[in-house]
């Protein structure tokens, strides 16, 4: 099955810095690549995403990046605010089974950022 | 958190007994999962469902069991709980095929064994 290990497990960066959480998964069939945040108490929420066809996308201060030649892709936070502070999860998903069904999502196991003001 | 809900949200249990966690949603979608989350390891998937009465096993599926007799309802079952079985469950859902829709996680429900 797929494996995806995330780095760093901690990040702090000064507010107002740019964050890089980087993601490498091991299934060379994987598609799909969400990134998740986390609040205290809360489910996790998807803040981005990108498909293998894709290299690079963004959405405001938030971009991430696809090698798939590498399997890995890295998520960008830019110009961070202390409302990003939260634990990031990045994910895949595999191919479908072949009995139709298909597989959930392989999350890394998390980074806590935290933006020191 | 996109109409979903899941009941108890926080539980305390003894070691033996059985346990039934609930998860409810009004968006109509096909798909729905149960994750536990514990420190160190992230999200990992128990049981997904791809329909009503049509499961299947994920990656920590060993102790649990589920069921899905109506679209809006997905049901996660530890038949005789364990002290391993603590921890955050979550549920989430998407409209069709992983990874060509967004899976939404509902609000979690805190188990904890004793």
């Known amino acids: 099955g797929e494996n995806v290990e995330q780095h760093p497990s901690t990040l702090s960066v000064q507010e107002g810095d740019s964050a890089v959480i980087k993601c490498t998964y091991s299934?060379?069939?994987?598609?799909?690549f969400p990134w998740y945040k986390q609040e205290l108490g809360k489910g996790p929420q998807l803040i981005i995403d990108?498909?293998?066809?894709?290299g690079e996308k963004k959405d405001q201060r938030i971009a991430v990046t696809l090698n798939k030649t590498a399997k890995h892709f890295s998520l960008h936070i830019t110009e961070t605010q202390p409302e990003d502070s939260a634990v990031y999860f990045c994910?895949?998903?595999?191919?479908?089974?072949?009995?139709?069904?298909?597989?959930?999502?392989?999350f890394g196991k998390g980074t806590h950022l935290i933006i020191q003001p | 958190d996109a109409g979903i809900t899941q009941s108890p949200r926080h539980k305390v249990t003894e070691t033996g007994t059985p346990v039934t966690l609930r998860c409810h949603q009004t968006?109509?979608?096909?798909?729905m999962y149960w994750y536990r989350q514990d420190p160190g390891h992230g999200l990992r998937l128990i049981h997904y469902?791809?329909?009503?009465?049509?499961?299947d096993k994920g990656e920590v599926s060993d102790g649990y069991s589920v069921s899905r007799s109506k679209t809006e309802d997905f049901l996660l079952t530890l038949e005789s709980a364990t002290s391993s079985q603590t921890s955050v469950y979550f549920c989430?859902?998407?409209?069709?095929?992983?990874?060509?829709?967004?899976?939404?996680f509902g609000p979690g429900t805190r188990l904890t064994v004793l």
């Open positions: 989430a859902i998407s409209e069709s095929i992983p990874g060509t829709d967004t899976q939404y």
């Open positions: 968006e109509n979608h096909r798909y």
């Open positions: 469902s791809y329909g009503v009465k049509d499961t």
């Open positions: 299934d060379s069939a994987s598609n799909y």
């Open positions: 990108i498909r293998s066809n894709v």
């Open positions: 994910a895949a998903l595999g191919g479908l089974r072949a009995g139709g069904g298909a597989d959930g999502l392989t």
